[in-house]
């Protein structure tokens, strides 16, 4: 009697535990108000610049002013890389002097190789460098890594990408195989530290790219954790698109005397064409094939909220004949990658994504970002939005909205 009771109570506290965190978690949302209830959608309205090319910044170096080893030059040079972006231009000196930085920067703005090209110096002058690279989604990470190879070619200079979707396993051995550069999302690299096969404390470099993003994602613990875990003496770099109270408490906390660079206008690309289009429930979809078909659609990425939503839009989609992949987090990383690459090399016409592909993905010549249903922020648009009109070229950005 006394064992069924005790069950009884373990029951029922448990009962009661789940019924309590469904009201915190129905509270914690509930509140939260709807994109449309938020952004005022004449935002998401702005035609391009008349010539559809945004003045440039001064830039006051080229590439051989900053004193790289001759086979970085050498492979610089092969990538046609002859002047910086103003990120580059403004942030390589002070990493080569190792300045902790902050630097703000809009999507597409080549601050990827702001940061990589000083770090690769840096390891190829003292072979007993480390540097970790921390980045908000799998694809940032994975992006990251495949420009690190691309600059490091015959350097002997080598990394180890770390994130969740892919074996662990397979990362542990790349691991212990000894590399200067790892590069992960924040929490692929904790599950790795409680393994003890990642020691923070070896490392005296480290990058947060697109820092925001991760805060907004809720990793501002595992952040912190791997800043206190790093040597005090260390070279830190921050690179964001903005400065929320967030990243400032974390800057007056783990950097030294920083310096602040920004090659940001905090707005959208004036080479993106924007407009909205009013559609009501019923002829939403209706309305989306009509665009599709029109023959300037080349490439389109497609950005809807939910996965489900994702999933169903991308089967609507190939049902009518267009030919459409999807990308989302419950997709395993082959799954996503092997989507992105269809989508990079044209052999699908459509991307269909949640906001995982909002940040770092650099793909050529996307012609249209369409927001099939709407941000939840005004940043989440511009971010959004930034997969277009990339390298001075147009780009087009439609919001569907609801009908007055």
Do not use: W
């Not at 697109?210 to 994602?217: K, Q, V, W």
């Not at 909205?276 to 599709?292: A, G, M, S, Y």
């Not at 990079?344 to 770092?360: E, H, M, S, Y």
Request: overall charge positive; proline content about 3%; glycine content about 6%.
């Amino acid at each position: 009697m006394s064992r069924f009771n005790s069950y009884n109570r373990f029951k029922n506290n448990r009962q009661s535990n789940k019924k309590r965190n469904f009201y915190q978690f129905k509270g914690k949302f509930s509140s939260r108000k709807r994109p449309s209830d938020r952004i005022d959608v004449s935002m998401f309205v702005k035609k391009s610049s008349a010539n559809s090319i945004s003045k440039p910044e001064a830039i006051k170096h080229v590439f051989s002013d900053f004193g790289f080893s001759e086979k970085l030059q050498h492979n610089l040079k092969s990538r046609n890389y002859l002047v910086p972006t103003p990120i580059q231009d403004q942030a390589i000196d002070h990493i080569i002097n190792g300045r902790d930085i902050i630097g703000l920067a809009d999507t597409g703005t080549g601050k990827t190789a702001a940061f990589l090209l000083p770090m690769i110096e840096k390891c190829l002058k003292s072979r007993n460098q480390k540097v970790l690279i921390v980045a908000p989604t799998r694809e940032l990470a994975i992006q990251i890594d495949d420009e690190f190879k691309k600059f490091t070619d015959s350097l002997g200079l080598y990394s180890a990408i770390c994130v969740g979707g892919a074996p662990i396993y397979r990362q542990i051995s790349n691991l212990r195989r000894g590399v200067n550069f790892v590069i992960g999302t924040p929490g692929r690299l904790k599950d790795l530290n409680k393994r003890q096969v990642l020691n923070f404390a070896t490392f005296k470099n480290v990058v947060l790219d697109e820092i925001d993003r991760m805060l907004d994602m809720g990793f501002i613990d595992e952040i912190k954790k791997i800043l206190t875990d790093m040597p005090r003496a260390r070279q830190s770099l921050f690179f964001s698109a903005t400065i929320p109270p967030k990243i400032q408490e974390l800057s007056q906390q783990f950097l030294i005397n920083p310096v602040t660079v920004q090659a940001s206008s905090g707005k959208t690309s004036a080479n993106i064409d924007q407009d909205i289009v009013r559609v009501d429930r019923n002829n939403k979809f209706e309305k989306l094939k009509d665009l599709l078909i029109l023959n300037d659609y080349k490439k389109v990425l497609i950005f809807s909220e939910t996965k489900r939503d994702v999933e169903k839009l991308t089967e609507d989609l190939r049902e009518y004949g267009f030919k459409a992949d999807s990308i989302h987090g419950d997709k395993r990383q082959s799954q996503r990658q092997n989507a992105l690459y269809r989508f990079k090399q044209n052999q699908v016409q459509i991307l269909v994504a949640t906001d995982v592909a909002a940040r770092g993905l650099d793909i050529e010549n996307i012609t249209h970002v369409i927001n099939y249903t709407l941000p939840h922020t005004y940043d989440d648009y511009v971010h959004r939005i930034g997969r277009t009109g990339r390298k001075n070229k147009k780009g087009f950005a439609l919001t569907f909205v609801g009908a007055n």
